[in-house]
């Protein structure tokens, strides 16, 4: 749906009658694969890695927590950087650090090494999602594109859900014929692959502006010392939170020290990393934040807890485990582009939460006794849960997100989303603390359910999301038809606007 200036700028100029063509959109889908295949892929070497390295094979958890945790740091840092120095140059840059890990990896000796090469893995993919988002909204822009190009969205969701999805059975083929040290050099084909397209087909970034001041005013105008206080933030939180339920003192007087001087400096701050005061005045992507992190959280629950369950309660193999779940991957893949080409959000937002809450029904019901068609329905309504979530609220991210700030809220987006996981995996933990067994699988259950009430409710009352107000939009037509079907999602004041506007948010 374009404006009168989009096709007068279309006809006038040969490229933009095709703004999204393949040439643009296949090295962004590719970059995007880069994170969940890494997350999933190794876990079919963590056992092999130790048996060669001779540690335990509980130590090896570092590998998954390792990507984790930088991932959650980077992404909003790419984010910026994008923003600031151009998402071309830090896309190439990522892609390098990507790499560098899968070397790092596929030559390292021992489980430092190899963790080096994890935390290297994460900083360079974590760039692709939130570079691909700026370069997505200028394009759009540039087009005069009234509506969120939902094709392109749509493709970039899928491109990450597939992957994760294929990435055990990958992993099991690689590491299984060649040797776990495949795990880390299947990035060297995939990264040269995505480098010679993205250099070919992305377009250049801006020539960066002169400025005075060299280093110093770049660091100003990313918030050098906002984004170090969130790293160290994070970095402290994230340990706290895999720790439980030992609590890791340790992290948390970290976190409280490195997060209550980061906050007074992010709001004192002109231009700050993490806006807290934009991010309460806007409240649909607080909003989508929380929707993502809760709804992941029921997702990857499901996925680890139930895996565990299978093979100790129900006595699958891992093999077996692994293909009772596959259906929700494949699910989750297929609907995500014919949902997310319609452009819509509040209905995908509401089945992600019902489906969310009926899946959670459902695991309060299995038992080891329960037949194996059980579970994978089960599995079936989460990949529908996970398909709905990731469309619905990639959509309201970009529509609520400020334009300047595509970036940093798509990095932040996903940061949540790492949380929910994380969380996953501490409920988990507590969950399964005496074995995993039936009734700790039930209590999984209830903690989902209280998790997807939280996701509906926060869908369900949230009034930009029902469509109340006025449009804040061009005042075509089409821009109209458009809004309705998004469910009047709204374009919510830029992190900036001035207090005084903040009151009178009307949503598109």
């Given at each position: 749906m374009r404006s009168d200036r989009a096709q007068a700028h279309c006809a006038a100029d040969g490229p933009a009658r095709r703004p999204f063509a393949w040439t643009f959109t296949t090295p962004l889908y590719v970059g995007a694969a880069l994170n969940p295949i890494n997350s999933s892929i190794v876990a079919t070497a963590l056992v092999p890695i130790a048996a060669e390295l001779r540690?335990?094979?509980?130590?090896?958890?570092?590998?998954?927590?390792?990507?984790?945790?930088?991932?959650?740091?980077?992404?909003?840092?790419?984010?910026?950087?994008?923003?600031?120095?151009?998402?071309?140059?830090?896309?190439?840059?990522?892609?390098?650090?990507?790499?560098?890990?899968?070397?790092?990896?596929?030559?390292?000796?021992?489980l430092a090494a190899l963790t080096v090469a994890r935390v290297l893995i994460g900083v360079g993919t974590s760039a692709a999602f939130p570079c691909a988002m700026v370069m997505i909204r200028r394009r759009a822009e540039e087009a005069g594109m009234d509506a969120p190009p939902g094709g392109v969205l749509g493709g970039l969701a899928m491109a990450g859900m597939a992957t994760a999805a294929v990435g055990p059975p990958i992993g099991g083929l690689l590491v299984g014929a060649a040797g776990w040290r495949w795990a880390f050099l299947i990035n060297i084909p995939v990264t040269a692959v995505a480098m010679a397209m993205a250099l070919r087909q992305l377009p250049a970034d801006p020539a960066p502006e002169r400025e005075r001041g060299g280093f110093r005013a770049v660091a100003e105008r990313i918030d050098l010392i906002g984004i170090v206080g969130f790293a160290g933030s994070m970095t402290a939180l994230v340990v706290f939170l895999m720790g439980l339920p030992r609590v890791e003192w340790t992290a948390l007087a970290v976190f409280?020290?490195?997060?209550?001087?980061?906050?007074?400096?992010?709001?004192?701050?002109?231009?700050?990393?993490?806006?807290?005061?934009?991010?309460?005045?806007?409240?649909?992507?607080?909003?989508?934040?929380?929707?993502?992190?809760?709804?992941?959280?029921?997702?990857?629950?499901?996925?680890?807890?139930?895996?565990?369950?299978?093979?100790?309660?129900?006595?699958?193999?891992?093999?077996?485990?692994?293909?009772?779940?596959?259906?929700?991957?494949?699910?989750?893949?297929?609907?995500?582009?014919?949902?997310?080409?319609?452009?819509?959000?509040?209905?995908?937002?509401?089945?992600?939460?019902?489906?969310?809450?009926?899946?959670?029904?459902?695991?309060?019901?299995?038992?080891?006794?329960?037949?194996?068609?059980?579970?994978?329905?089960?599995?079936?309504?989460?990949?529908?849960?996970?398909?709905?979530?990731?469309?619905?609220?990639?959509?309201a991210l970009y529509l609520a997100a400020p334009p300047d700030r595509i970036g940093t809220a798509s990095g932040l987006f996903r940061t949540f989303g790492y949380l929910g996981t994380i969380t996953s995996a501490v409920i988990g933990g507590i969950v399964f603390r005496d074995g995993a067994s039936d009734h700790g699988l039930h209590t999984l259950g209830v903690v989902l359910v209280a998790a997807g009430l939280a996701v509906l409710l926060l869908t369900v009352l949230d009034r930009r999301l029902m469509g109340r107000g006025t449009d804040r939009g061009t005042g075509t037509a089409d821009t109209a038809d458009s809004t309705e079907a998004l469910g009047a999602v709204p374009r919510e004041a830029p992190l900036e606007t001035p207090r005084e506007n903040r009151a009178g948010e009307n949503p598109v």
């Open positions: 540690v335990p094979v509980g130590s090896t958890a570092v590998l998954v927590s390792s990507l984790y945790l930088a991932s959650a740091v980077a992404q909003p840092t790419a984010g910026k950087l994008a923003e600031v120095l151009g998402p071309r140059r830090i896309f190439l840059s990522g892609i390098v650090l990507v790499l560098l890990g899968g070397l790092v990896g596929g030559l390292g000796r021992d409280v020290l490195a997060a209550g001087p980061t906050v007074v400096w992010e709001l004192r701050g002109s231009a700050p990393f993490f806006d807290f005061r934009g991010l309460a005045a806007n409240g649909a992507l607080a909003r989508t934040y929380l929707r993502q992190a809760l709804t992941l959280l029921g997702v990857y629950s499901v996925m680890y807890g139930m895996t565990q369950w299978m093979e100790a309660a129900h006595g699958f193999s891992t093999v077996g485990a692994g293909l009772l779940l596959l259906p929700m991957g494949a699910v989750s893949a297929l609907l995500s582009r014919p949902l997310a080409t319609r452009n819509l959000v509040r209905g995908p937002l509401i089945a992600s939460a019902v489906t969310m809450l009926l899946g959670s029904a459902g695991i309060m019901l299995l038992t080891s006794h329960s037949p194996a068609i059980a579970i994978v329905l089960v599995s079936l309504v989460f990949g529908v849960t996970s398909a709905t979530t990731t469309v619905g609220n990639q959509t």
